[in-house]
């Protein structure tokens, strides 16, 4: 089973980047996918979940407007476009998988597998 993120880096503040995350190894189908961060010293919170079955996504307040999910089944994979960078984005970023087709269902206990996570660093 693998998630593998891609697409970190080190950008300015407002500026953009976008994320994916690649899933081998274990079903794609009728899924949630999730992006998830983690800052030093924090827990790690959810960001944005999209349901592989329909497409429906879901955001947490804190990046509502923007980032955006989205979903290319035929590769397997999963993207976080985000724009309007902030010193506050800077983190380690994971992408990650639940059983549950239900997008809204975006927390942490929900998901089964992890990937290893990509930083992302907004300098100011």
């Known amino acids: 089973v693998q998630l593998v993120e891609s697409g970190g880096g080190l950008v300015q503040t407002g500026g953009s980047l976008i994320l994916s995350c690649a899933v081998s190894g274990v079903s794609f189908d009728d899924v949630v996918i999730g992006w998830f961060r983690q800052a030093p010293g924090k827990e790690r919170e959810g960001l944005s979940c999209i349901s592989t079955r329909n497409g429906r996504p879901f955001y947490l307040d804190s990046v509502k407007g923007r980032f955006t999910i989205s979903s290319d089944n035929a590769k397997n994979t999963v993207y976080l476009q985000m724009n309007i960078l902030k010193p506050e984005d800077t983190a380690t970023y994971f992408c990650?998988?639940?059983?549950?087709?239900?997008?809204?269902?975006?927390?942490?206990?929900?998901?089964?597998?992890w990937g290893k996570g990509t930083l992302v660093t907004v300098s100011s």
């Open positions: 990650a998988r639940s059983q549950s087709d239900v997008s809204r269902l975006c927390r942490v206990d929900y998901m089964d597998y």
